[in-house]
């Protein structure tokens, strides 16, 4: 059962109402599931809930979560909230504001976003700001924190996919709309700057960032 946080338990990357935990952008595992479908998305949005160990369950970013009633995790409150928000362990082990979002295109796919925002990331591992991903002149050094975060959420997107297929997982900085699965498989990318997760006769390859 999903239980209120007490305010007393909260540091500073875990606090809700700090705004510029939230600014900056997004670290982000996107999942492109496939064509509309209510039941996959729940399905998918509560399985990755769950591997990811998020504590809480809320529809607001704007207040204490100490003073939110938990919703449950599924896709009338992500509906109803447009985001929903918990807090999330690093694999570092620092606790850190987290959130998902839906997209779902007219004609196209849904898609499902679990997301880390920069401000807080910050906090929970102050490397993240030392040097930022997609900067090519730290890359190595944007590597060092970032491969435990990519496997970690690579982890997380192939516990997903043993109970829900998807199309194309996508990892890194502001990942979201980057490619999606019919334009990597014309044209697959030679640069890995950020990671893939690519289904393939059932089987789901990790595809890590080299830069």
């Given amino acids: ?54 504590e809480g369950c809320y529809g607001s970013r704007w207040t204490p979560a100490a003073d939110q009633e938990v919703v449950p995790c599924t896709l009338a409150s992500l509906e109803r909230s447009s985001h929903l928000y918990g807090v999330v362990r690093l694999p570092n082990g620092a606790p850190m504001v987290c959130g998902v979002v839906a997209v779902r295109e007219d004609n196209g796919p849904d898609w499902l976003d679990f997301y880390l925002p920069l401000g807080a990331l910050g906090r929970a591992d102050p490397r993240s700001h030392e040097h930022m991903a997609g900067d090519p002149d730290q890359n190595s050094a944007s590597l060092a924190w970032r491969r435990p975060i990519d496997d970690w959420l690579a982890d997380l997107g192939a516990r997903v996919y043993t109970a ?22 014309a044209n697959p990318p030679t640069h890995h700057s950020i990671g893939y997760l690519i289904p393939r006769e059932g089987q789901l390859r990790y595809l890590p960032a080299t830069e």
């Fill in 1 to 54: 059962m999903l239980e209120r946080m007490d305010d007393r338990q909260v540091i500073e990357s875990a606090d809700f109402t700090l705004a510029d935990n939230w600014c900056g952008g997004f670290y982000e595992l996107a999942l492109e599931l496939g064509d509309t479908s209510d039941v996959r998305l729940e399905a998918a949005l509560g399985v990755l809930w769950s591997a990811a160990g998020v």
């Fill in 164 to 185: 829900v297929d998807f199309r194309l997982g996508l990892i890194g900085n502001e990942v979201s709309g980057q490619i999606d699965a019919a334009t990597f498989a």
